[in-house]
């Protein structure tokens, strides 16, 4: 069988690491980009739903929070209805730097897909799309504390 998780796996560390290397200069560390990026794009959006949509744990995810935070990246504020809910938004330091993040993200598309025609493009994100919904299942099991059966 072929290794495909290996070679995903590879192309996410290496986009990781380009990423960290570039974003220091924002003091943006060990991924914080993609919470900023999802906080950017989802205004009002609740922790829960954060790590959800990252496929990272709560206690992952709040460490994650709580640097923005202190940063001066995001910004929580209480639910208008439920004061147990915080709300997290991007703050305007926040917003200043998603548009880089943003553009660093299109280049490295752009790179990926070099000599990719548009249907094989469109193939291959139909493909990891389908891949990633089959792990979901798995880690939505793990999640709740079930073990697979290998």
Known sequence: MKEIL???GMIARALDSISNIEFKEYNLTKGQYLYLVRVCENPGIIQEKLAEMIKVDRTTASRA???LEIQGFIEKRDDSHNQKIKKLFPTEKGQSVYPFIRRENDYSNTVALSGFSEEESETLFYLLQKVRKNIE???EFVKKGNKRNY
């Open 137 to 139: 299942i798995d880690w």
């Open 6 to 8: 290996r070679e995903i």
């Open 65 to 67: 929070i709580k640097k």
